[in-house]
């Protein structure tokens, strides 16, 4: 449990952290090691590597070729069974609890269990909450589910405390990669006040305020994608 167990610690300590978010669909192996370089000299602390629709095998040669130039650890957040490999360093083992499409609930889990009994991967389970940002965004067309809606803050609140309820270990609150409104401050307060487990918090966040707003707010981790793709130099911003 060394990935989870450190998350923890960091939280303990009064760290925020912040992860990478790397699509294999858009990170070529020729592109990674110009960008992992960057990564390297940022405040990233995790990368995370998945995709909506990535094709196979894709994720893992990307998986390798990452590992040879970072420490950081690298964690899947996988949109498929088929992302799933024991070169990265967890697992984020979700479970969309927002949604009610019984494949993305436990279906896919149970078709990765005959992968994973054979891989020493570390399995965090995690509540994966989808909340509606302005767009259909990626996840709510590949996993045919609908998003919680943002004006309705208890129902996101109590989502996330059934999945702390279920024994889950992380909470996630996603926007969807590219999304018009990042999880706004009021839904990352409101949901912070009710777990005791880490939360995560991403989609579209953008800029250096909205990061601090995110984890002012009460995110202990926040995943920032599109924003690095976009522009690179984001990564210097960030450092100032
Ligand atoms: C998407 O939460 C992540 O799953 C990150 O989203 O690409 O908008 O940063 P962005």
Redesign the pocket.
């Given at each position: 449990e060394k990935i989870y167990q450190s998350i923890n610690n960091s939280i303990l300590k009064g760290e925020k952290l912040l992860a990478v978010?790397i699509d294999p669909d858009k990170m070529s192996i020729e592109m990674a090691s110009n960008f992992i370089s960057k990564v390297n000299n940022s405040k990233a602390t995790h990368i995370f590597v998945g995709g909506s629709t990535v094709e196979d095998s894709a994720t893992e040669k990307l998986v390798s070729e990452i590992k040879k130039q970072t420490r950081i650890p690298i964690v899947l957040f996988p949109g498929d069974v088929s992302q799933i490999t024991n070169q990265a360093d967890a697992l984020l083992f979700l479970s969309l609890i927002s949604g009610r499409n019984p494949e993305y609930l436990i279906e896919k889990h149970i078709a990765s269990v005959s992968k994973l009994r054979k891989m020493h991967l570390e399995v965090i389970p995690t509540g994966y909450i989808l909340i509606e940002s302005g767009h259909k965004t990626a996840v709510q067309r590949v996993t045919k589910t609908e998003p919680l809606s943002r004006n309705n803050i208890q129902q996101i609140v109590d989502t996330a405390k059934a999945g702390e309820l279920l024994g889950m270990k992380l909470i996630y609150l996603?926007a969807?990669?590219?999304?018009f409104y990042p999880i706004s401050s009021e839904i990352i307060k409101s949901v912070k006040k009710e777990i005791s487990i880490p939360l995560i918090v991403?989609?579209?966040?953008r800029t250096k305020e909205q990061l601090l707003l995110a984890y002012n707010s009460g995110a202990d981790l926040v995943?920032?994608?599109?924003?690095f793709e976009d522009d690179e130099s984001f990564f210097e911003e960030l450092k100032n």
């Open positions: 978010l996603e969807g990669s590219g999304a991403g989609g579209g966040i995943v920032i994608g599109t924003a």
